[in-house]
């Protein structure tokens, strides 16, 4: 959520202010009930007005890769099985949704079988059928998804598919039957993750004649209890009630709250904390500015909602073009970049920790390490400068031109501007290259822009390892000339990759040797690779306004916007 990609990216907060805060995070909400709690009708109705400075790209769901849409579409669409809307753990747990119940596997766990529910109609009035669910499947190829390469590829037909999408019919892969109204689909091996692949928004079934292109700024019907009225990337986007939404499960797919839901794009950030403290707006998507920290954090605290995520703040660098094509030069970015100077950034220890894993704490596969360290020992403590210097000096690189591609929001920027200033420390020539968030994610998984080192974030997609080593860092992920290429590094290394596959396969037997080997592949990742600079694991602070009630956070999709109270 990423996942995602965002980069599933999100506006945490920048500042100083982090003990001020204590007392808020101390009583974050921790409670497991959620969505599908009883409906309470009297609190139905209202706008719910979502502010970001910036559209999130294209409003195609099998297609967009951010989790400032991902949090819409959960509302919006609906897969054959979706995560459970809940908070606390529950909400990672997959569960029926368009299917009648979780399928039934067989054939050595490469066949799932799905009953699909009767009744359920798009927010155009058309019927849901098995033939949608077959078109959804191939669509995912047709549009060039982000992950078809890497998890749908899975599927008997899916190689053929990403050879030539256009032509992609996953024959012998996906089996549909009006008259039993079932969904047969066939995998090349057993993959302990395909349902939680399914429960995303890229698994999300949509009517055969959805185009077989991004549909960009046109939205797509869905079967949500919402469906997108319209959708402006300069100005902003309008969600009402799916007038042929009937609830078929409450955990799987509730009944909204607001009768309408607008996110507005264009404005600052200050006028954007500006409307929610002045009840004008009701939550603020972007980094919140510094000089209003202190303020929220006192006169606001009890709008302040702060959750731990399973998320990464990381600087990738290009593995295949200089400087960072080269093993030492990584190594000295990784022991120069000090991992506690862009907490303090990011907002203080309160607000995030530095991390030198891939893997975040509390995560499938986590160990606690440090390759890149000051001294010895698996916490971090601290830069090594002089090892730093000495590498790039080995490498052959000193006094390289690089530059840094980040978003041109003010944490993003004054995290790039502190990576500049040390990696001019360590014999570089840096240049800070900010873009649009809009636009940013994109160009820096583009191999033609020749992106030498970036900063981004990546939030899970489901709670597995895979989805931040192998999403992120497999051969297969890394997709030369592609805006879908979110291995940003370019790191192939085949070997590793052969280790993805095995832990994968020991996911379906043994998972605790599966997350064992997963360990071992992220610290091996690390100091045989270094393709990056793990900063820091974040946490989310939703601010919304006084007249918000109903607060719920999900793990996998963060703040249920359709489970808020706004009248």
Known sequence: MSRPMFTRRIGVLLASFA?????????APGATAGASSTYQSQHAGGTLKLLASTAGGTLDPQVNYTLQYWQLYQATYDGLVSFQKVTGAGSFVVVPDLAVALPKVTNGGKTYTFKLRKGIKFSNGKPVTVNDVLSSFQRIFKVSNPNAGSWYNVIVGGPACLATPATCTLKGGVAVNASTNTVTVNLLTPDAEFLDQLAVPFGSILPATAPAKDAGSTPIPGTGAYMFKSYNPNTGLVMVRN?????????????????EIDMNFGTTVESEVTAVENGQG?????????????????????????????????????????????????????????????????????????????????????VESCAYNKGTGSKYNGPDLAKAKALVKASGTKGMAVGIVVTNDPVNSAVGQYVQSVLNSIGYKATLKPLSNNIQFTYIQNTKNKVQISLSQWYQDYPAASDFLKVLLSCSAFHPGSDNSINIAGYCNKAIDAKMNKAEALELTNPTAANALWGQIDQQLMSAGAPWVPLFNPKQIDFVSKRVGNYQFSRQFYMYVDQLWVK
């Open 19 to 27: 003990m001020s805060l204590f007392g808020v995070i101390a009583a």
């Open 243 to 259: 007038p042929y939404f009937k609830v078929w499960s409450a955990p799987a797919q509730p009944k909204g709250y607001p009768n």
């Open 282 to 366: 009701d939550w603020v998507f972007d980094a919140l500015p510094s000089d209003r920290l202190q303020q929220l954090s006192t006169k606001y605290a009890a709008q302040l909602h702060v959750n731990s995520l399973t998320a990464d703040w990381y600087l990738p660098m290009n593995t295949n073009i200089a400087p960072f094509n080269n093993l030492k030069a990584r190594q000295a970015v990784n022991y120069a970049i000090d991992k506690n100077a862009a907490v303090s950034l990011f907002g203080g220890k309160l607000l995030a920790s530095p991390t030198c894993t891939i893997l975040p704490p509390g995560f499938p596969g986590y």
